[in-house]
């Protein structure tokens, strides 16, 4: 008999585990956007199953197909389009518009618009591999061709429908046969924005979702702002059968005017849980403040959508407040920021994109196993491979072994924005007198030191806010910076010509006569300091900055937290182990306690407790230190605050690791 009670209570207690493991972390309810930082123009929203999929416009870089189970944490899965392409093009502005994933007829479909003319492409499972591009014909019911921006939309009577923009007159509605075709049948819908003048700027961007037995019909005026949605009960041409055009988002929200961003549009279509809540996705720029981040490009935000008992649908304005995330799980997904990559699989990793046509022999995970090597395209244009520039602190690290020969022969790591003609960047090459040398340049501003270290050499790059500082080491361990700080925010607020319609991307190139192989490449250094004032995600705490100018996280009182996404403690290729952190905080009160957990609160792991104490007054900042449990690997860092759950504990200038 006490065999089997204990056998039921280890059962029970495995259960409870169980149930523990799956439970929704404290710092997964809630959420504060962007969700996908960086660039994600025109962003689509397809729900497949229990699993999320978006993509959309990525102009000359190749395009990324994101994955998600909870509409909140997305990791990139796929390059639907590949950069070998031929007719991808290579120039600022050009590449792929548009872009939607949806699953039809037993396979995945990949719909996006080159030069004006639509396309897709196929795949057994959305990680691909993808077909190349076919080629979508014009059905000749419609005045004019199928254009850019477009979506698809998929009825519940199993037909779908190509949601069609070309121009500011021309919206359309055209349904698909089995193979991706136009079958004929059109919905042309010229009377929507007729003119000139035109009522709604543009109208693009259209995009069609069903809720209640209506049909939802919603696009942008256009990039400045403005979402519009009408519906109807029965899918046709006829004006009379649609309701005049409202506003999408509550443009009535108090906290408007204080929104980071603002003027919505260009949004995905709306999805609908079991639970009943309704979400869509939509991207935008950081405008505040006199655009001083618009060279980040639209970034992926996560609003709510509600509908009225009269089937009205309003969306939450994206105002600078935590929101109650979806009710659904995680799956394990980190926060979407660019992840370390130590070249070891046999493919390139999907968050990795070309500038530009790219033909494969360009690049090889084979030819060195363990290194990724790059070739330049020619004498005098360079080879990148890039990730989104997606936040305002991080320290990018790669070993780089490059034999340069002449001053044109470059390889490193470089910041590029989207009209591709301004570059932050540290690199190997050599002077007009044959010496190797390390440089870090952006604009007119250019150091160099002597490199006696030879073609291998780590190199490091670091953000904090506008400014980059640039490093080089022998072993990724002693580093000695090239020259000083460069202040770079005409490159982050950098807005001529919609700065090619894209973000800022963020990797690494090499140009000349000569190949460079990179070892690793690391996003957010463990060792490096990192700025508490730039979480990827907080509830409660704001941010301040004193007047000497120093940034700071406040307002941090009790279960409070801070999100430090895509942290790396070592891995192979970078052998270090973490026992120590040391915050850097001031603190007016008795203080409270720092709690370091990794991955998630409560059901992550918890690695260590600092406690913060009186410094006498805030400007006076003091480090403190703890031991941390001996951690590797890559993860999310959250910060969780305890202490007086009245009182403002403290405020954090910076933390960081050591071995």
């Known amino acids: 008999m006490k065999k089997n009670i204990t056998t039921i209570l280890i059962g029970l207690s495995g259960l409870m585990l169980s149930l523990a493991g799956v439970a929704q972390s404290p710092s997964f309810k809630t959420y504060m956007n962007p969700v996908i930082p960086g660039d994600h123009s025109d962003c689509t929203l397809t729900k497949i199953g229990k699993d999320f999929y978006t993509t959309g416009s ?13 509409l909140v944490h997305w990791e990139a899965i796929a390059q639907p389009v590949s950069a070998a392409w031929p007719l991808y093009g290579d120039n600022p502005t050009g590449g792929c518009w548009g872009g939607q994933m949806v699953f039809y007829n037993n396979k ?16 057994n499972k959305p990680q691909g591999p993808w077909s190349m591009p076919v080629k979508i014909n014009n059905p000749p019911q419609l005045p004019f061709g199928l254009g850019y ?83 109807s009960k029965i899918l046709t041409a006829d004006k009379s059968a649609w309701t005049t055009p409202v506003d ?52 992926g935000l996560l609003n709510q959508v509600r509908y009225d008992s009269d089937n009205n649908a309003i969306a939450d304005y994206p105002t600078n407040t935590a929101k109650k995330a979806p009710l659904l799980p995680s799956s394990g997904i980190p926060w979407m920021v660019p992840k370390s990559d130590f070249f070891n699989e046999k493919t390139l990793s999907p968050e990795w994109s070309f500038l530009g046509y790219t033909p494969n022999s360009l690049y090889s995970l084979t030819a060195r196993p363990g290194w990724l090597r790059l070739f330049p395209k020619s004498p005098t244009k360079a080879n990148t491979v890039i990730k989104t520039d997606a936040e305002h602190n991080y320290s990018l690290i790669t070993r780089l072994d490059f034999n340069p020969k002449s001053i044109s022969d470059e390889a490193g790591i470089r910041i590029i924005n989207g009209m591709e003609d301004l570059f932050a960047k540290i690199y190997c090459t050599v002077n007009n007198q044959g010496q190797k040398i390390i ?112 940034a700071l996280l406040d307002n941090i009182h009790n279960n409070d937290w801070a999100l430090y996404a895509g942290v790396e403690f070592g891995d192979k ?87």
């Open 58 to 70: 990525s102009f000359n870089p190749t395009p990324v197909i994101y994955h998600s189970t909870d």
């Open 248 to 299: 999408l988002f509550n443009e009535n929200d108090p906290n408007k005017d204080k929104s980071i961003f603002f003027n919505p549009n260009h949004c995905s279509a709306v999805v609908e849980l079991k639970d009943g809540t309704s979400w869509l996705l939509h991207p935008l720029w950081a405008r505040a403040n006199n655009n001083e981040w618009y060279g980040q490009g639209r970034q």
């Open 149 to 231: 921006d477009n979506s698809v939309f998929i009825d519940d009577n199993g037909k779908w429908y190509l949601v069609v923009k070309n121009g500011q007159s021309n919206n359309a509605i055209v349904e698909l046969n089995m193979s991706g075709q136009p079958t004929g049948v059109v919905y042309n819908l010229n009377w929507l924005n007729p003119g000139p003048p035109f009522k709604y700027s543009w109208a693009e961007g259209p995009v069609m979702w069903k809720h209640n037995g209506y049909y939802y019909y919603s696009f942008a005026r256009d990039v400045s702002g403005g979402q519009k949605v009408m519906r």
């Open 439 to 550: 440089c870090f340049s952006f604009n007119k501003a250019r150091y160099e030191v002597a490199n006696t270290f030879g073609n291998t050499v780590w190199l490091k790059l670091v953000r904090d806010e506008h400014e980059l500082t640039g490093f080089f080491s022998s072993d990724g361990i002693k580093w000695k910076p090239v020259g000083h700080k460069i202040n770079v925010e005409t490159l982050d607020r950098f807005s001529r010509n919609y700065n090619g319609w894209s973000g800022n991307r963020q990797g690494l190139y090499v140009q000349g006569a000569n190949f460079a192989d990179f070892d690793l490449y690391i996003y957010r250094d463990a060792y490096t300091p990192i700025l508490a004032a730039c979480p990827a995600n907080q509830f409660g705490t704001t941010n301040t900055v004193l007047p000497n100018g120093i």
């Open 573 to 659: 290729g970078y052998e270090k182990i973490s026992h120590m952190i040391s915050i850097s905080a001031s603190c007016i009160t008795k203080g409270g306690n720092v709690e370091v957990w990794l991955d998630s609160i409560g059901t992550g792991k918890k690695i260590a407790t600092c406690k913060i104490m009186n410094t006498g007054s805030l400007a006076n900042i003091k480090t403190f230190t703890a031991r941390t449990i001996p951690t590797t690997g890559r993860h999310d860092v959250y910060l969780k605050f305890t202490g007086d759950k009245a009182a403002k504990l403290f405020v954090l200038k910076d933390f960081v690791f050591t071995e």
């Open 108 to 123: 995945y479909w990949d719909f996006f618009s080159r030069a004006n003319t639509m396309y897709f492409v196929t795949a």
